[in-house]
């Protein structure tokens, strides 16, 4: 259970990191939290993206993907971008990418009641399934907003709230040098690396092929999201 894995620190080798809802945790009520990244000795990533809206950037982050043979990375989709774009949600669904949901509304979630956020995530749910034939269960909030009561209320709906250790800033557009600088430089093992696809990032197609390449000369291997979750579950359970 991925809740054993959050609660634990005593792993010698791969355990997920996570940002906790509640310091205080029982067995009957595990805490609810955000993942941010899984430690690891093995030098692998998980490499995401996040598309709100366009249609002119995600083709050719895709063309990136395929030109680079990198066929593991993870997308958190927007449900009306998704409902307005269906082929190219079906197409990041035929090439094999992994896909999560980024909700409906792209609004804070800590700033509404919990009926709307599982409103809006069931909205969210029921229009990738649609379009995409995915049953999601990872979630990366608008704006990567949550608080404690938020996290609860996505974990109690099955889904695990996915956020990032790497930004690349690369929908601050500040250059192609300082994404690939800031991605590169910055990775560990066990990281998730956040970067976008949607029209308003300028630079990330750009800077993409060249964070592939520095990351594999540093050995990285690239992994979904779940992917690099397993890793923490084979540990705890050899525990």
Known sequence: MLAVI????????TFAYAKPAT??????????????????DRKV?????DIS?????PGPVLDVLADKGLKKATFFLSSPWTKQHPEIAQRIKTMGFEIGTHGH????????DDAWIRDQVQKSHDILKEVTGVETNLIRTPNGDFNPRVLQTL???????????TDSLDWKNPGVDTIIHRVVGRAVPGDIILMHAS???????DALPRVIDGLRAKGYEFLTVSELLSLASVQTKQE
């Open 23 to 40: 310091t205080a945790t029982t067995a009957t009520a595990p805490r609810a939290s955000a993942i941010y990244q899984v430690k690891t």
């Open 45 to 49: 990533v998980a490499l995401t993206f």
């Open 53 to 57: 809206w366009g249609e002119k950037t």
């Open 6 to 13: 959050l609660t634990s620190c005593l792993l010698p080798h």
């Open 105 to 112: 509304k792209h609004d804070n979630f800590s700033q509404h």
């Open 199 to 205: 029209d308003s990032c300028k630079q990330t197609v």
């Open 155 to 165: 974990n109690g709906m099955g889904y695990q709230v996915i956020q990032w250790k």
